[in-house]
């Protein structure tokens, strides 16, 4: 016959599998009860303890009171793990779902156009891409095309950081002052020397110029950048994908005039002036919109693309721009206030 040790062992045994092989609460408190339950197996063999002779008594109160501890620590860790299991949702988690409709709150005019804009591009294979504010001479400029005595790198002109610190990435003997970007085309570069060609990337961004604030210049503004390389890229591809674009944007009834213009980093360079009813509502009969052109054999070479092989065009324009025309604001300084009257028309 089975001492008394061994039938204490042989029912620690015989908890531990039922404990183990719980597979929900119900279970695992149907395991308790069984072996530590006021009825349970522990309890018993408790009682028995009394008839056992004196001697041998210490060594089994011993162990089964060893036995019990262990059974409740092992006990109370299922018990956390089983509970953590049952408030995780059944079915597996489809994140591709749309979000629930927000319940409070609006999303900002300036986000709710630049969403839109995004949009369109993506429907022509465009994806977002993105960069840093700050940001150094190399990137914002000299790569950029954009020669050392340009106007637009005087510090009239441009945010340029007390402490210049030397910046990642940056080609070797080339100047390391740190700015606020003046211009999301920083990030044409930063792409362009990750990633090998073709290129089709929009890429929506805050930047900063020291322009005075008034009714119609901030600070601090948004630009959606692209850029698009691939072989035989034409004039005519970018008239069409700007076309596309602010027609969903402005309305089947716009107007695009493509205007010669200078740009150091395209070649040829173009403004584009645009006009709708829109436009005329506000007074006027062309509003300049935004800055493009073939991209500047030079910036090829500056990111290793070989300009006999590649081809592009690039363009920049203004979100609070396209934002006012579309809502007929004539006040630039009102999507930066927050004043929730303003914000509550969107
Ligand atoms: N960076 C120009 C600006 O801030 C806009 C621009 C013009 C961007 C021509 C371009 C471009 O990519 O090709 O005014």
Redesign the pocket.
């Known amino acids: 016959m089975a001492t008394f040790l061994e039938q204490v062992e042989t029912i620690r045994q015989a908890a531990l599998a039922e404990l183990g092989q719980a597979a929900d609460l119900a279970a695992l408190e149907q395991a308790r009860v069984n072996h530590l339950g006021v009825n349970g197996q522990f309890t018993s063999l408790m009682k028995q303890l009394g008839a056992l002779p004196k001697e041998e008594k210490p060594a089994a109160g011993k162990l089964i009171n060893q036995a019990k501890v262990e059974l409740e620590k092992i006990l109370g860790e299922k018990r956390a793990d089983l509970e953590l299991k049952a408030s995780l949702p059944k079915e597996p988690t489809d994140f591709t779902l749309p979000g629930r409709r927000r319940t409070l709150g609006k999303l900002h005019p300036l986000t709710q156009v630049t969403e839109d804009i995004v949009r369109s591009f993506r429907k022509l294979g465009f994806v977002v891409a993105d960069g840093p504010e700050i940001e150094d001479e190399y990137h914002c400029f000299d790569a950029l095309n954009t020669p050392a005595d340009h106007p637009a790198r005087d510090s009239q002109d441009t945010f340029y950081l007390a402490a210049p610190a030397p910046a990642p990435n940056a080609a070797p003997g080339t100047p390391k002052r740190q700015l606020l970007r003046t211009?999301t085309?920083s990030v044409?570069i930063r792409v362009m020397k990750k990633q090998a060609p073709p290129v089709r990337i929009i890429v929506p961004g805050r930047v900063y110029r020291r322009d005075n604030a008034d009714a119609t210049h901030n600070p601090t503004f948004h630009?959606i950048?692209g850029l698009y390389v691939d072989r035989n890229v034409t004039v005519g591809d970018l008239k069409g994908t700007v076309d596309f674009v602010f027609r969903e944007l402005l309305g089947a009834d716009v107007k695009l005039r493509f205007r010669p213009h200078y740009?150091s980093?395209?070649e040829p360079?173009y403004e584009i002036d645009f006009t709708s009813p829109l436009v005329r509502k506000m007074g006027k009969d062309w509003l300049e919109i935004a800055?493009?052109?073939m991209v500047h054999p030079q910036v090829f070479e500056n990111v290793g693309y070989d300009p006999e092989v590649w081809t592009g065009w690039?363009?920049?324009f203004g979100i609070e721009r396209i934002a006012m025309i579309r809502y007929g604001i004539n006040d630039i300084r009102l999507f930066y206030e927050n004043d929730v009257r303003f914000l509550k028309q969107f």
């Open positions: 211009h085309s044409q630009q950048e740009f980093y395209t360079s800055g493009c052109g690039a363009f920049g």
